[in-house]
């Protein structure tokens, strides 16, 4: 069973919680240095500073309230030789073994940049306490760049000799592995810090590093004057920080951060407006329906269209009615089918006593709510309604179809709408981006048929502007992208005859044909095993992919390969979502992919993945695996009104061709989620919303 | 506030509340669905004469003719020109939708009937609340209640005599002081703390 009513979160009276300083790496820190604290727990902070030939840009994620995890992207100029300089992608992790006691302090292990190209690698063991409510000290030991100043013969060589030395970075291929035979090797150092918070705005630190900027003295000229770093900042009346550091005596650094708890939107309940009234059976409107020769399917339609929703089948058996709804507006699955529920109550004659609701999402039911009338009449306004009516609905797999509304098919609908298409991290050009228009359209042409494509036209960019051809020794099954963006404009995105069905209990099918995606035409299929109530789901896709021309247009190149993956959904509570993949990607390797995600309940999401494959390290390249960080924002959550729309981005450090996978649209456990436990349940207060 | 209140009366339906500041364009955009909103059965509303309140939100300055759009089970609920809704039992706001940060249900305890009474007590309140991840939030309120002193307040431009009624709330969150004017027995103006989000509401019944 469900946990509806958590307790409450912070209380949204009372948003006073403690501000974390972040350090110039972005993580919770002093100047450079870091700190045993932790963020609030689901905390997602932007951080970025600059000084003379360097700049550093760092999204950093409170994992858990004890792990927090950060991705940089930093640039160092001449940092690899008198021209040439470095553009840097690194992530860092960060556990707090022990928590901060009345006496005792915080405890935390860090390793920084421990997956990158190792420019800024450090581990780090670091104690924090707070002395006062506005005082935070931290002492620590570090290893690699924080064990370089000052350093003395790591203590860890008692335990083993090999610790004594570090390995160096071999070169680029060498880079993005975890390099855990450097982990807490070679010198060690001592490090503290201390934090204060000397007004409600004003942050000041001041730190001894024990980091001696060697290649930045090497080769960037740096002047490392002292090993003391001070810095202080100001919090912005709307919530961002500014600041100013000294480094080491000698570098003025400019930085701005600013932080969110994705668990607070700004407006929690959202400004959709009110849900129609339930309809008491004994109230006048009985009269009124009475009068009439019964009710209207027309007049159902409308009130359903008018709430966002669309009638996909109808029918009556004895005193209970079954309908399957089609949600176009809703983000929480509960939304919608609160509000299709409120309808029926005004709708349906009065013997109709049960009612049973099939969200309905490409002509598949994914679920069955079963309502008692009665229940909506006495819990609307039910001090515990919620709980209440979430515990007596029945929730379970809808099995048959239903009696179709016809009205229903042919369904289309079009929507012109603005593109933003980013591409990140190019040497010659870290942020290149493409703006634009695009028309798509989506058709029903009967029950589980759907026609759907998308034109896109560019207005300006300047992503047709890439000069870096690919490298890899793979096929290029990712990596032309740049022959792809110089080629294509204006480019049929997706164009896609796609058939959804409903193999069995429990289980859910598609088979799409068509241009599947802006590289790859072919076909895929795949089936999904998902009760409604369980945690987990099994599914297996198969696909033929063929290349499409650079174009983007009908064409396509002689690239083609058969692809496919088994895959495992499981959803392990308190928000966390795990995905496990497993099968043979674009370039004909074989591994698999595994994906943890934060979902929050209002449809936020951050989550990480990586995937290894036989195509080795070596030939992958650069970055030696695929791996990279998802971030999904909805509209809903950005401005409280009705929409299933939303932002998704993934930020991978380097694509290349190994553990590339296919992007087919509307992958089904996407599909059925908002509708199967534990989401639906999770998010029901929506239900009376 | 009295005099905004008074503009709106003059003007009904005029001064809607910019809860919905989005341009169409924006929603085309975004995808965002104009859902739930009726302006005509608003309008028809109107025309049959349902009873009027304004109703205000404090920290705003601004205000919103409501109409009455159904009373069952002792509760009313008002609607304003943009489908926000305020629901009322005993004249103590139980339920708002379409504001923000909503009150998802309140459960005011005696609060109405001692405010009828205008008596004192000592009363519970439970607030519930949609936390920011669709969960529920419960905030639980020890309230005092006592009268204050009659009052004499301007409604459509009459002076009326009522009794104040003041219920000081309290919770380790935070606190609220509500104040209602009844005349026999009936709220007829008040000040009343909807969420954190929103602050408190003023509403006022407007005469026929």
């Given at each position: 069973?469900?946990?509806?009513?958590a307790?409450?979160?912070?209380?949204?009276q009372t948003?006073t919680?403690?501000?974390?300083?972040l350090?110039l790496y972005g993580m919770?820190g002093?100047?450079?240095?870091p700190?045993?604290?932790?963020?609030p727990?689901?905390?997602?902070?932007?951080s970025?500073?600059i000084?003379?030939?360097?700049s550093?840009n760092?999204l950093?994620?409170?994992i858990?309230p004890r792990i927090s995890?950060?991705f940089?992207y930093?640039?160092l100029?001449?940092?690899?030789?008198?021209?040439?300089?470095l553009y840097?992608?690194?992530?860092d992790l960060?556990?707090?073994?022990v928590?901060e006691?009345a006496?005792?302090?915080?405890?935390?292990v860090?390793?920084?940049d421990f997956?990158g190209?190792g420019?800024?690698g450090?581990?780090?063991l670091v104690?924090?306490k707070?002395?006062?409510?506005d005082?935070t000290?931290?002492?620590g030991?570090?290893?690699?760049?924080?064990?370089?100043?000052g350093s003395?013969?790591?203590?860890?060589?008692?335990?083993?000799?090999?610790?004594?030395?570090?390995?160096?970075v071999?070169g680029?291929?060498d880079?993005g592995?975890v390099?855990?035979d450097?982990?807490?090797?070679?010198?060690?150092?001592?490090?503290?810090?201390?934090n204060?918070q000397?007004?409600?705005?004003?942050?000041l630190?001041?730190?001894?590093?024990?980091?001696?900027q060697?290649?930045e003295?090497?080769t960037?000229g740096f002047d490392?004057?002292?090993?003391?770093?001070?810095?202080?900042s100001?919090?912005?009346?709307?919530g961002?920080?500014?600041?100013?550091?000294?480094?080491?005596?000698?570098?003025a650094?400019?930085s701005y951060?600013?932080?969110?708890?994705?668990?607070q939107?700004?407006?929690p309940s959202g400004r959709?407006?009110a849900?129609?009234m339930v309809?008491?059976?004994?109230?006048a409107?009985?009269?009124?329906?009475?009068?009439?020769?019964?009710?209207?399917r027309?007049?159902l339609?409308a009130?359903?269209?008018?709430?966002?929703l669309?009638?996909t089948s109808?029918?009556?058996?004895?005193?209970s009615v079954t309908v399957?709804?089609?949600?176009?507006v809703?983000?929480?699955g509960a939304?919608?089918?609160g509000?299709a529920a409120?309808l029926l109550?005004?709708?349906m004659?009065p013997?109709?006593e049960t009612f049973r609701?099939?969200?309905?999402?490409k002509?598949?039911a994914?679920a069955e709510?079963?309502i008692?009338?009665?229940?909506?009449e006495?819990l609307e306004y039910?001090?515990?309604?919620?709980w209440?009516?979430?515990v007596?609905?029945q929730i379970?797999?809808?099995?048959?179809?239903?009696?179709?509304?016809?009205q229903a098919?042919p369904g289309m609908?079009?929507?012109l709408a603005?593109?933003?298409?980013p591409?990140i991290?190019d040497p010659?050009n870290?942020?290149?981006a493409?703006?634009?228009?695009?028309?798509?359209?989506?058709?029903?042409l009967?029950?589980g048929?759907?026609?759907s494509?998308a034109l896109r036209?560019?207005?300006?960019?300047?992503r047709?502007?890439?000069?870096?051809v690919?490298?890899?020794?793979?096929?290029?099954?990712r990596?032309?992208?740049?022959l792809?963006?110089?080629?294509?404009d204006?480019e049929i995105?997706y164009?896609?005859?796609?058939?959804f069905?409903?193999?069995?209990?429990?289980?859910?099918?598609r088979?799409?044909?068509?241009?599947l995606?802006?590289?790859?035409?072919?076909i895929s299929g795949e089936?999904?095993w998902?009760?409604?109530?369980?945690?987990l789901?099994l599914?297996?896709e198969m696909?033929?992919?063929?290349?499409?021309d650079?174009d983007?247009?009908?064409?396509?190149?002689d690239y083609?390969?058969?692809?496919g993956h088994?895959?495992?959904?499981?959803?392990?509570?308190?928000?966390?979502i795990g995905?496990?993949?497993?099968?043979?990607y674009?370039?004909?390797?074989?591994g698999?992919?595994?994906?943890?995600?934060?979902a929050?309940?209002n449809?936020?999401?951050?989550g990480?993945?990586?995937?290894?494959?036989d195509?080795?390290f070596?030939?992958?390249?650069?970055g030696s695996?695929d791996?990279?960080?998802?971030l999904?924002i909805p509209?809903?959550?950005l401005?409280?009104?009705?929409?299933?729309?939303?932002?998704?981005?993934t930020?991978r450090p380097?694509q290349?061709?190994g553990?590339?996978?296919l992007h087919?649209?509307?992958?089904l456990?996407?599909v059925?989620?908002?509708?199967h436990?534990?989401e639906?349940?999770?998010r029901w207060?929506?239900?009376?919303? | 506030?009295?005099?905004l209140?008074?503009?709106?009366l003059l003007?009904?339906?005029?001064?809607?509340?910019?809860?919905?500041p989005?341009s169409?364009?924006?929603?085309?955009?975004?995808g965002?669905?104009?859902v739930?909103?009726?302006?005509?059965a608003?309008?028809a509303?109107r025309?049959s004469g349902?009873?009027?309140m304004?109703a205000g939100i404090?920290?705003e300055?601004?205000a919103?003719?409501m109409?009455?759009?159904a009373?069952?089970?002792?509760?009313?609920?008002?609607?304003s020109i943009?489908n926000v809704?305020?629901s009322?039992?005993?004249g103590?706001?139980?339920?708002?939708?379409?504001?923000?940060?909503?009150l998802l249900i309140?459960?005011?305890?005696?609060a109405?009937a001692?405010?009828a009474a205008a008596?004192?007590?000592?009363?519970?309140?439970?607030?519930?609340y949609?936390?920011?991840t669709?969960?529920?939030?419960?905030?639980?309120y020890v309230?005092?209640?006592?009268?204050?002193?009659a009052?004499?307040?301007?409604?459509?431009?009459?002076?009326?005599?009522?009794?104040l009624v003041?219920?000081k709330?309290f919770?380790p969150?935070?606190g609220?002081t509500?104040l209602?004017w009844?005349?026999?027995?009936?709220?007829?103006?008040?000040?009343q703390?909807l969420s954190?989000?929103?602050?408190?509401l003023?509403?006022?019944?407007?005469m026929?």
């Amino acid at each position: 069973m469900l946990v509806l009513a958590a307790p409450s979160r912070g209380q949204t009276q009372t948003q006073t919680h403690d501000r974390v300083n972040l350090s110039l790496y972005g993580m919770p820190g002093h100047v450079e240095m870091p700190s045993a604290l932790m963020q609030p727990d689901g905390t997602l902070s932007f951080s970025s500073n600059i000084r003379d030939g360097v700049s550093r840009n760092a999204l950093t994620f409170q994992i858990s309230p004890r792990i927090s995890g950060s991705f940089r992207y930093a640039y160092l100029r001449n940092f690899a030789g008198p021209t040439e300089s470095l553009y840097d992608r690194s992530f860092d992790l960060r556990y707090q073994a022990v928590r901060e006691g009345a006496a005792m302090p915080a405890i935390a292990v860090g390793l920084q940049d421990f997956g990158g190209t190792g420019v800024f690698g450090a581990e780090y063991l670091v104690a924090s306490k707070r002395l006062r409510p506005d005082v935070t000290a931290s002492a620590g030991i570090g290893w690699g760049r924080l064990g370089s100043s000052g350093s003395f013969r790591n203590p860890l060589s008692v335990i083993d000799g090999r610790f004594d030395r570090r390995p160096d970075v071999s070169g680029i291929s060498d880079t993005g592995r975890v390099s855990l035979d450097r982990f807490f090797r070679g010198k060690a150092a001592v490090f503290g810090g201390v934090n204060w918070q000397a007004t409600e705005r004003l942050h000041l630190s001041f730190e001894y590093s024990s980091d001696a900027q060697r290649v930045e003295r090497r080769t960037m000229g740096f002047d490392h004057r002292t090993p003391f770093n001070i810095a202080a900042s100001y919090r912005l009346k709307w919530g961002g920080e500014i600041g100013l550091a000294l480094l080491h005596g000698s570098a003025a650094t400019l930085s701005y951060s600013f932080g969110f708890d994705p668990a607070q939107p700004r407006f929690p309940s959202g400004r959709e407006a009110a849900p129609p009234m339930v309809v008491p059976r004994d109230d006048a409107m009985r009269q009124i329906w009475r009068r009439r020769a019964g009710p209207s399917r027309d007049d159902l339609v409308a009130a359903f269209r008018g709430q966002g929703l669309r009638i996909t089948s109808l029918q009556r058996d004895g005193n209970s009615v079954t309908v399957g709804v089609s949600n176009t507006v809703w983000g929480a699955g509960a939304q919608a089918i609160g509000r299709a529920a409120r309808l029926l109550t005004a709708h349906m004659p009065p013997d109709v006593e049960t009612f049973r609701i099939r969200p309905t999402d490409k002509g598949m039911a994914l679920a069955e709510v079963v309502i008692r009338r009665a229940d909506m009449e006495q819990l609307e306004y039910a001090p515990d309604g919620a709980w209440q009516s979430y515990v007596r609905a029945q929730i379970g797999d809808a099995t048959g179809s239903g009696a179709v509304m016809a009205q229903a098919y042919p369904g289309m609908a079009y929507r012109l709408a603005p593109y933003l298409s980013p591409a990140i991290f190019d040497p010659d050009n870290p942020v290149r981006a493409d703006f634009g228009a695009q028309a798509a359209f989506e058709g029903a042409l009967a029950p589980g048929v759907v026609l759907s494509g998308a034109l896109r036209k560019r207005i300006l960019g300047n992503r047709d502007q890439v000069t870096r051809v690919s490298n890899s020794i793979l096929p290029h099954v990712r990596s032309d992208v740049g022959l792809f963006d110089r080629a294509a404009d204006p480019e049929i995105s997706y164009l896609t005859v796609e058939r959804f069905f409903r193999p069995g209990r429990n289980l859910y099918g598609r088979a799409t044909l068509g241009y599947l995606e802006r590289m790859y035409g072919g076909i895929s299929g795949e089936v999904l095993w998902k009760p409604v109530a369980s945690r987990l789901g099994l599914g297996i896709e198969m696909n033929y992919a063929r290349q499409r021309d650079f174009d983007v247009l009908f064409g396509f190149q002689d690239y083609d390969v058969f692809t496919g993956h088994a895959s495992a959904y499981y959803d392990f509570g308190k928000s966390y979502i795990g995905q496990l993949d497993v099968g043979r990607y674009l370039a004909g390797d074989m591994g698999f992919t595994v994906s943890l995600d934060r979902a929050f309940g209002n449809g936020f999401r951050v989550g990480a993945f990586f995937t290894l494959t036989d195509a080795g390290f070596k030939d992958f390249g650069e970055g030696s695996f695929d791996k990279g960080i998802r971030l999904s924002i909805p509209v809903n959550w950005l401005v409280g009104e009705a929409s299933r729309n939303g932002f998704a981005t993934t930020i991978r450090p380097v694509q290349r061709d190994g553990g590339a996978r296919l992007h087919v649209r509307n992958r089904l456990h996407d599909v059925v989620r908002d509708y199967h436990e534990p989401e639906l349940g999770a998010r029901w207060a929506r239900f009376w919303r | 506030m009295r005099g905004l209140l008074l503009s709106c009366l003059l003007v009904l339906g005029a001064c809607t509340p910019g809860a919905h500041p989005i341009s169409a364009s924006f929603e085309a955009a975004f995808g965002i669905g104009r859902v739930g909103t009726s302006p005509d059965a608003f309008a028809a509303l109107r025309a049959s004469g349902a009873p009027v309140m304004l109703a205000g939100i404090e920290k705003e300055g601004r205000a919103v003719a409501m109409l009455r759009s159904a009373s069952r089970g002792g509760i009313e609920t008002w609607r304003s020109i943009d489908n926000v809704t305020l629901s009322l039992r005993d004249g103590i706001v139980i339920a708002s939708r379409g504001l923000g940060d909503d009150l998802l249900i309140g459960d005011p305890g005696a609060a109405g009937a001692v405010v009828a009474a205008a008596g004192s007590a000592l009363n519970i309140r439970i607030h519930r609340y949609l936390d920011g991840t669709d969960g529920v939030m419960i905030v639980s309120y020890v309230c005092d209640m006592a009268p204050r002193r009659a009052r004499k307040i301007a409604m459509n431009k009459q002076q009326v005599d009522t009794v104040l009624v003041e219920e000081k709330c309290f919770a380790p969150s935070g606190g609220f002081t509500n104040l209602y004017w009844t005349r026999a027995g009936q709220v007829v103006q008040s000040r009343q703390y909807l969420s954190a989000g929103m602050g408190a509401l003023a509403l006022r019944l407007s005469m026929p």
